[in-house]
Nanobody
Framework: QLQLVESGGGSVQPGGSLRLSCAGS????????IGWFRQAPGKEREGVSC?????????NYADSVKGRFTISRDSAKNTVYLQMNSLKPEDTAIYSC???????????????WGQGTQVTVSS
């Protein structure tokens, strides 16, 4: 059974950077689209970015993170990364990764979810 574990969260100042990791175990991530989602207190969960599976390198980004965040895949490590630069206080949230059949920012389309990692951006 595929399991996903996020890591790399923490506290940074505005303008700082973090790299989140989504590590798969129990099954290869190659066939899955992997999405990153976030949820801040009092707000709805939103899709941040996704990357396609099956050798398709297509990616999608939410407008709020375009130009600042980059999603990538390291198949040898069975891991998907989210590089976050120029972080803003509005980026503060719990970030989760999920595996699904297509690269979409709609959360209900994903089958397996990790537990999440906290990202806090404050001065």
């Amino acid at each position: 059974q595929l399991q996903l574990v996020e890591s790399g969260g923490g506290s940074v100042q505005p303008g700082g950077s973090l790299r989140l990791s989504c590590a798969g175990s129990g099954y290869t991530l190659y066939y899955y689209a992997i999405g990153w989602f976030r949820q801040a207190p009092g707000k709805e969960r939103e899709g941040v970015s996704c990357i396609s599976g099956r050798g398709d390198s297509s990616t999608n980004y939410a407008d709020s993170v375009k130009g600042r965040f980059t999603i990538s895949r390291d198949s040898a490590k069975n891991t998907v990364y989210l590089q976050m630069n120029s972080l803003k206080p509005e980026d503060t949230a719990i970030y989760s990764c999920a595996a699904g059949w297509s690269c979409t920012l709609a959360g209900p389309r994903y089958d397996r979810w990790g537990q999440g990692t906290q990202v806090t951006v404050s001065s």
